[in-house]
Structure formats: structure tokens, C-alpha cells
């Protein structure tokens, strides 16, 4: 069975970068999307960002300019780079992956990790 690993969590102060990757068991070429999704205490989950196996990206709108999607296909690992990182970010964060459908912010994905905490402090 299909596995992801998210790693990259910590705190940080306002204004500070956090680089969260998440591997998988399987080549990332195999799935058709994946993304990272995020869920802060008392709040729902939402969308952070996606990227289609084409290379397409798309963010959520507070996060755009700030966070960057990278793929490393040799290594079966999707980062995402956070920069001025702001309180709200604070947050678990999930890696996920489609295998097949469409790939967008209100997509549906199969796969999902285990989370890795991101806190940001004013």
C-alpha cells in the first residue's frame, strides 16, 4: 500500500521559512496530483496547494507568492517551500496524493500522511 511521509515541521517566528517534504513509497510519477492540505485546531481541514503530474500548480489564495511547490522525482519527494510565514500558518500539515481524476484545490486524494506540525509565533 501506497505510503507518504511528511517531515520539515518546527516553529518559527513571524516572517521565517519552513521547507516541509514529503516522500513517498511509490514514484511520484504514478500519481496524477498531489498536494498539501492543512488543519489548524477547531478549524476545518483546507487546501494549501496542488500540483499535477504535468507540473501545473495552484495555491490558496493566502498562501500564493508565499509558499512554492518543488517535485524531486529521483528521490519521490514533493517539497513545499513557506516563506514569511505568518501565525495563521500555524497549523498540521498533510502531504496527499490522487491517482487518478482531477487535480485541484477541491479535488479528492487517496492517499494521505501522517501530518507534521507547523507553529508560527508573533
Known amino acids: 500500500q501506497a505510503r507518504l511521509s511528511e517531515s520539515g515541521g518546527g516553529s518559527v517566528h513571524a516572517g521565517g521559512s519552513l521547507r516541509l517534504s514529503c516522500t513517498a513509497s511509490?514514484?511520484?510519477?504514478?500519481?496524477?496530483?498531489m498536494g498539501w492540505f492543512r488543519q489548524a485546531p477547531g478549524k476545518e481541514r483546507e487546501p494549501v496547494a496542488v500540483?499535477?503530474?504535468?507540473?501545473?500548480?495552484n495555491y490558496e489564495d493566502s498562501v500564493e507568492g508565499r509558499f512554492t511547490l518543488s517535485q524531486d522525482s529521483a528521490k519521490n519527494t514533493l517539497h513545499l517551500q513557506m516563506n514569511n510565514l505568518k501565525p495563521e500558518d500555524t497549523a498540521m500539515y498533510y502531504c496527499?496524493?490522487?491517482?487518478?481524476?482531477?487535480?485541484?484545490?477541491?479535488?479528492?486524494?487517496?492517499?494521505w500522511g501522517q501530518g507534521t506540525q507547523v507553529t508560527v509565533d508573533s
Open positions: 496527499a496524493a490522487g491517482i487518478s481524476g482531477t487535480c485541484s484545490l477541491t479535488a479528492r486524494f487517496d492517499v
Open positions: 500540483i499535477a503530474r504535468n507540473g501545473w500548480t
Open positions: 511509490e514514484n511520484t510519477n504514478d500519481y496524477f496530483c
